[in-house]
């Protein structure tokens, strides 16, 4: 039997730089060890480094078909000269302008492919770059498989926590419900806004943005597409907004700072989340399926510019009988970013 409980334990581990073994697979963390845990680890200096073919790409490591993948797995050789700094170096592309790398690299063929899969996509959930030392047989703090990391992600996991009015500055009459799993160290949240009117109501997907919504950044239009969604949403007379707790497109916040930096070196949103070895765009929208089922709502208006959200819902079972286009303007800041979206990502703007 799976035990979700492994994969909280397994990323508590790798925050703190312990190993992990996923199936065949012992992973030592190379954002968070350090050159005493590898020595531990791989006294015989021996272990490849895996990466996301993404990041592969950019070392020429990676073959057309891999790199147009950017999640998937790709090892690299341990080379005699690799050390820690240098797999750090390695692993990290933020840190490509300054730290000229070594070379050339050697990419070898990924024997357990399924499970160092599972082990790129444990880091992505983790909030971690997605790089480790890798040996087969090794020791490790925490065992576990990628049945344990999908349960530990099913969405059908979420139950409702908690309810309760919350007059907010746009609707004195919403009502905010906390949805979470068992394991899960955040919770997704919904405001109800309005009265059932016999229509399908209307719902604005918003993914967590502390620099957008908290900060007032203007690298992005996450905050006042909030703010202008909680008012659509209030005018509409019935609606629901979802808050998911999905920072980065599903990266998380560190990771999604590391993408700022990336794009201050002039990469886009779409080549940075690559670049760092992640997927365009990693959000589970079957969270928010599960809690429109939750609250008793199949049928929706989805006020969205993006289709790939209508698509993701609407595979999940639930049914957007209209779509309500969110449009907004842009500023010098956030002009190229909207941009992309448009172009590379198909957002109707």
């Known amino acids: 039997m799976t035990d979700p409980r492994q994969t909280a334990r397994a990323i508590d581990a790798l925050r703190r730089g312990w190993p992990i073994r996923i199936g065949a697979l012992a992973l030592l963390p190379i954002e968070t060890a350090d050159p005493v845990r590898l020595d531990a680890f791989d006294p015989e200096r021996q272990a490849p480094v895996l990466l996301s073919a993404g990041r592969a790409e950019t070392l020429k490591l990676a073959n057309q078909l891999e790199a147009a993948v950017p999640d998937a797995p790709v090892l690299v050789d341990r080379a005699p000269w690799i050390d820690f700094a240098t797999a750090t170096a390695l692993a990290d592309p933020q840190l490509d302008l300054a730290t000229p790398l070594k070379g050339p690299f050697r990419a070898i063929a990924v ?7 599972a082990a790129l996509r444990l880091a992505r959930i983790a909030g971690m770059l997605p790089a480790f030392f890798v040996l087969e047989g090794g020791a490790a703090d925490v065992t576990l498989s990628s049945a344990e990391i999908d349960a530990h992600e099913d969405a059908v996991r979420l139950t409702i926590a908690a309810r309760a009015r919350l007059p907010v500055a746009h609707a004195e009459d919403a009502e905010i419900v906390a949805f979470r799993t068992p394991e899960g160290p955040g919770e997704h949240v919904a405001l109800l806004i309005g009265t059932p009117q016999g229509e399908p109501p209307l719902v604005r997907l918003h993914s967590e943005c502390l620099t957008g919504d908290a900060l007032g950044s203007l690298k992005c239009d996450c905050g006042p597409q909030l703010d202008a969604a909680l008012k659509a949403i209030a005018k509409s007379g ?61 049928e929706i ?37 909207l941009a992309t979206k448009r172009d590379r990502t198909g957002h109707q703007l």
């Open 301 to 337: 208006r989805l006020l969205t510019n993006n289709p790939g959200k209508v698509a993701g819902l609407e595979a999940r079972g639930i049914t957007v009988t209209e779509r309500v286009p969110h449009f907004l303007p842009t500023n010098p800041h956030n002009e190229q970013y």
């Open 238 to 298: 019935w609606g629901i907004l979802l808050y998911l707790r999905q920072e980065g497109r599903g990266i998380g916040l560190v990771n999604k700072l590391r993408a700022y930096a990336l794009q201050d070196q002039g990469f886009d949103t779409v080549d940075a989340n690559t670049r760092l070895g992640f997927a365009i765009d990693a959000r589970d929208f079957g969270v928010a399926a599960r809690m429109l089922d939750l609250l008793g709502q199949r």
């Open 111 to 117: 024997t357990a492919r399924d499970d160092a899969a």
